[in-house]
């Protein structure tokens, strides 16, 4: 694990610090105003003219006090802090697409197993596959043109077009844990937590769309499986109903892999969602690293990819021990 | 008994034997009316794409109309009060974009280019995914443990990061955006191939192979990935649609080579700036992505079903 | 031994197809099958003759791809055929139970024993419906029950329905109850494990449990003994022989070993490519066996007693039920054949004393 780490590093280090001409890693440090020599001199004290894994122990130095440089674009702020600051947004989005994806996708695809090959398994196949064709941008927009633009021109209450809560909210309640609605929920403001809400509900459903139908498909598959099972034709043969069969013996059975799947997704997702963040102007922290791209920003890059790597590795693990945990045959 | 005629045996009844799941899988394919759909699709996608050329002439794309810029010529339909309505007696059946062009037309010309982009992809991908996976499954030791590694790297990138780097990184002409993406794609078939050849490789007539003194590359080649490739057939059919689906992202995020390019995610983003006054920009290049990467899915999908071997009977 | 009385369960010209791509699988072909009270009725045959399929028939859960063509199941003087899934089910809670098999595979790994074992009790609806209870208790397990409940409802001073939880403790009591009647140790703890931390033999006793759970009339237990070893096979071999004794059901025994049926049924049923050719008691089925096939059966198996020089074997092979040989299924591998075995049809005739061929020979 530790080496995947390295290895992210490495990797985005090479590209981001490798070609200076296309981005200049002391652009982070200096100011339009500075004059060529005093330019050298920032380069030489951060030591950007030295070859490339001399620059790389520099660095891990640096990280292992805990200072992850600065972003000049955004604000001059410390890197960590750019991060950290947005990170909580997309937490939030996170957990409700997440939400959305499974209260939708696992009853879907548990409709689908149980009327296999009826019109109501074509249909819901249709839909899942729908779903992960969809460019997530363009169903973005779709999103935002339908409940924003046209529920206002047809006089319907609409959803906000983006941001995380409305202007004249903004600040109005103490942030605890940084996600809004929690926040509203722990202050006792209701405005301000259905507020929040409304604002989350576009980007989180864009998110959910596009995986549901994947997470419904291994329901399906794994339900169909189960339902197959010689314990299913004994539990039948106890005379147990059909709800009971379906809901005590297969669907524990059937859940396991959409339980890690669900883990996985959501791990994934927490490294931010780029697109989805940048049309609905949501400031998470894949809103944000897409601007670090374009300005070459290798300090935010880098805390940016070994956050998510770090991420998904753990999720990984955490989707080893959900499994002892689901099914009583793995010790490990 | 020569070693030849054995093999040739073995040979045989495998042939004999996929001959007869293919007539299987092609009754299975007749019954379920989506792969159908699917294929048709695909069919019809690939057609416009060879005929494209004869449809609209190639020099549309350079053809720039400023003074009809942004308009929906159907008075029966308005999108929104803000949209421009097109000049009389054009033929415009999907509005124009920002250059005048007639985004019908753009939509034609696009689809051949993101259709071969996304197939060289995903043939350069499986190609090297799967020599490079073989190879590790069937040696295994240290090898395989060091490609697993790699691929465990190259996993931990979430979505588009490293192709967004790479891409703005190395410039935007399409070659480079091409290596992007596959930079993403490639560890897939790697894994899958991988996993394919370790299950393969405990069977016993690989073990009645070697005993024969086959030359493992043969075996490789000529028995043990004919018999495991079709879940990398699914496999690929899937992602073209998903291919595409990353490629025209990357467009239209910013990186295409030219603004005026015609390719879907390209056509798509010129409408940000204009998505309550000219929503047809995006919302028809999008569509075809959607239509085409359904028609995608739909196969492999239906594939996937009529290949696995355990949901069959 | 006479058949005696009115048969408990009767199946008449069953016939069941199953649909598969290469084409109708003619599973079972007409098949007669008579089961009287406190009996073990043993169904022997190779794999493939359909035993289990006539079991499944009989238990209503046959897989989507088969279709019951003809016949009549009739049991307590219904056609079971013609039954709903819900009147099915019923049936397979208090009336018919099922042993399968690989107890591995045919317990949920997820749930304990505990669980699937008060399932067992917790679904008869008579069991929990103080008016009904007496009236359908009879046997040795359901005295026990019976006791055990008596209890119980002078303990909770007539309250009109058990709560939930009270069920649930009930259900415990009797599991530990009945994991005792299989001679199981240690039943409290035995509740709680998983059916994967447990032997075989203890696995198969545990279904065993769920199968008396719902105090049946009829048992059908297939091929319970296939999946243990021999000394475990000769353990569960001696339990359902005490239980046969206790208990008050009738047992249909289906195998394709010839020992464990003499062994332990009181009736043998041979069956060969989905009919019945020869039903008779034990003793007598052993002394004088009819049917070409079961003769060659009975050679195949090699006398203990005697030093063996070479092992019989049947010639042939066992016939493509989607292409079945005409007339009677069994003539191309007979000794005997003759050429109205070709082409008709034999019929299964009643030779005395219970003595059932079904041969053109007789």
Redesign the interface.
């Known amino acids: 694990m530790v080496?995947?780490?390295f290895?992210?590093s490495a990797?985005?280090f090479y590209?981001?610090r490798g070609?200076p001409s296309?981005?200049a890693p002391w652009a982070q440090y200096i100011t339009f105003r500075m004059k060529p020599a005093q330019i050298e001199a920032v380069i030489k004290a951060h030591g950007f003219d030295q070859p490339l894994y001399i620059q790389y122990w520099y660095w891990l130095q640096d990280v292992f006090h805990g200072d992850w440089g600065y972003s000049n674009w955004a604000n001059g702020l410390p890197t960590f802090e750019v991060f950290a600051s947005r990170f909580p947004f997309t937490i939030e989005l996170t957990i409700a697409a997440t939400i959305l994806t499974v209260a939708i996708g696992i009853p879907l695809g548990i409709l689908s197993a149980l009327k296999n090959n009826t019109a109501a398994d074509?249909a819901s196949?249709?839909i899942a596959?729908?779903g992960?064709?969809?460019?997530?941008?363009?169903?973005a927009?779709?999103l935002?043109?339908v409940f924003f633009?046209y529920f206002y021109?047809w006089g319907l209450p609409n959803l906000p077009s983006g941001g995380v809560i409305s202007q004249n909210l903004s600040g109005a309640v103490p942030a605890v844990t940084g996600l809004p609605i929690i926040d509203g929920i722990i202050a006792g403001n209701l405005t301000y937590t259905a507020d929040a809400f409304a604002h989350v509900i576009l980007p989180a459903f864009n998110l959910a769309f596009i995986s549901l139908g994947y997470l419904a498909?291994i329901v399906r598959?794994s339900m169909?499986?189960v339902l197959r099972?010689?314990?299913i034709?004994?539990?039948?043969?106890?005379?147990?109903?059909?709800r009971?069969v379906i809901y005590?013996?297969a669907l524990?059975?059937a859940l396991i892999p959409a339980m890690t799947l669900t883990g996985l997704f959501f791990a994934?997702l927490l490294?931010?969602?780029?697109?989805t963040e940048?049309v609905f102007s949501w400031p998470g922290v894949g809103n944000v690293?897409?601007r670090a791209?374009?300005q070459?920003d290798s300090n935010f890059?880098l805390l940016?990819?070994l956050v998510?790597?770090l991420i998904?590795?753990a999720s990984n693990l955490v989707v080893d021990v959900m499994y002892v945990f689901?099914?009583?045959?793995i010790k490990y | 008994m020569t070693v030849e005629t054995t093999v040739t045996e073995v040979r045989e009844s495998e042939t004999k034997a996929r001959i007869a799941e293919l007539k299987y899988a092609i009754y299975l394919m007749r019954q379920n009316p989506l792969v159908l759909a699917g294929s048709v699709l695909v069919i019809f996608f690939v057609f416009i794409s060879l005929t494209a050329t004869l449809l609209v002439s190639p020099d549309a794309a350079d053809r720039l109309i400023f003074t009809r810029s942004y308009c929906w010529s159907s008075s029966v339909f308005s999108w929104t009060s803000l949209a421009a309505v097109c000049p009389a007696g054009t033929f415009l059946p999907l509005g124009t974009d920002g250059y005048g062009r007639s985004v019908l037309d753009m939509i034609v010309l696009a689809i051949p280019l993101d259709l071969s982009i996304a197939f060289i992809i995903v043939i350069i991908s499986t190609a090297f995914g799967m020599v490079l996976g073989s190879v590790a499954g069937w040696i295994g030791g240290k090898f395989d443990e060091a490609i697993l590694r790699i691929t465990d790297i190259f996993f931990a990138f979430p979505g588009l990061v490293l192709a967004l780097v790479f891409a703005a990184l190395f410039g935007r002409t399409i070659e480079t955006l091409t290596i992007a993406v596959l930079l993403v794609w490639w560890p897939t078939y790697v894994r899958l191939s991988r996993g394919q050849v370790l299950v393969e490789k405990e069977k016993t007539y690989v073990e009645a192979l070697k005993a024969l003194g086959v030359h493992p590359s043969r075996i490789v080649l000529f028995h043990v990935i004919p018999n495991s490739i079709y879940p990398i057939i699914v496999q690929m059919s899937l992602d073209i649609g998903g291919v595409i689906l990353t490629f025209s992202a990357l467009m239209f995020l910013g990186f295409s080579p030219s603004p005026a390019l015609p390719e879907l995610g390209n056509l798509a983003s010129d409408g940000i700036g204009h998505v309550f006054t000219a929503p047809w920009l995006i919302v028809f290049p999008g569509l075809t992505i959607l239509v085409i990467a359904l028609a995608f899915n739909l196969v492999g999908d239906g594939l996937r079903d009529i290949l696995d071997p355990r949901l069959r009977r | 031994m006479a058949a005696k009385g009115e048969s408990l369960l009767e199946t008449r010209d069953l016939t069941v197809n199953f649909h598969t791509y290469r084409g109708e699988v003619k599973a079972l072909d007409h098949v007669q099958l008579s089961l009287y009270p406190h009996e073990v009725l043993a169904l022997v045959g190779e794999s493939g003759c359909g035993k289990s399929v006539t079991a499944l028939t009989i238990l209503g859960l046959l897989p989507g791809n088969a279709h019951v063509l003809e016949g009549q199941i009739l049991y307590k003087g219904e056609d079971l055929l013609k039954k709903s899934p819900e009147q099915m089910q019923e049936i397979r809670a208090e009336g018919i139970a099922a042993i399968f098999q690989d107890p591995m595979t045919f317990l949920n790994p997820v749930l304990t024993v505990g669980v699937q074992l008060k399932e067992a009790f917790l679904v008869q609806k008579h069991l929990w419906t103080a008016q009904t209870r007496d009236k359908s208790a009879t046997g040795a397990v359901d005295a026990q029950i019976r006791g055990f409940l008596l209890e119980k409802e002078t303990e909770k001073e007539g309250s009109k329905r058990e709560s939930g939880r009270d069920r649930e403790k009930i259900a415990e009591e009797l599991s530990k109850d009945i994991l005792k009647l299989v001679r199981l140790a240690d039943p409290e703890r035995i509740l709680t494990q998983y059916p994967h931390e447990l032997s075989g033999g203890m696995r198969q006793r545990c279904m065993i449990a769920m199968a008396l759970a719902r105090r049946p009339s009829i048992i059908v237990a297939d091929e319970i003994t296939t999946a243990l070893d021999v000394t475990v096979q000769a353990q569960i071999l001696t339990l359902l022989k005490e239980l046969r004794d206790t208990i008050d059901a009738s047992s249909i025994l289906i195998t394709h070993d010839l020992s464990v049926a003499a062994e332990t049924a009181d009736r043998i049923a041979v069956m060969y490519a989905g009919h019945v050719v020869e039903v008779a008691s034990t003793i007598e089925l052993f002394r004088k066996p009819l049917h070409p096939y079961t003769q060659l059966l009975m050679k195949c198996i090699p006398d203990v007693r005697k030093p063996v020089t070479h092992l019989e074997s049947i010639s042939g092979t066992v016939p493509d039920l989607i292409d079945p040989p005409t007339g009677c299924r069994f003539h191309p591998r007979c000794p005997f054949a003759m050429e109205v075995c070709k082409t008709t049809k034999p019929v299964l005739k009643d030779i005395g004393n219970g003595h059932l061929v079904h041969c053109h020979l007789f």
Do not use: C
């Open positions: 080496f995947v780490l290895g992210v990797i985005v590209l981001a070609f296309a981005f074509h196949r249709i596959l729908t992960y064709s969809t460019p997530s941008y363009w169903f927009y779709i935002q043109l633009y021109t498909r598959a169909l499986e099972q010689d314990y034709i004994m539990a039948r043969s106890k005379g147990l109903s059909e009971i005590r013996h524990r059975n994934g490294g931010g969602a780029i697109i940048t690293s897409l791209v374009f070459g890059l940016y990819s998510t790597a998904i590795v689901l099914d009583p045959r």
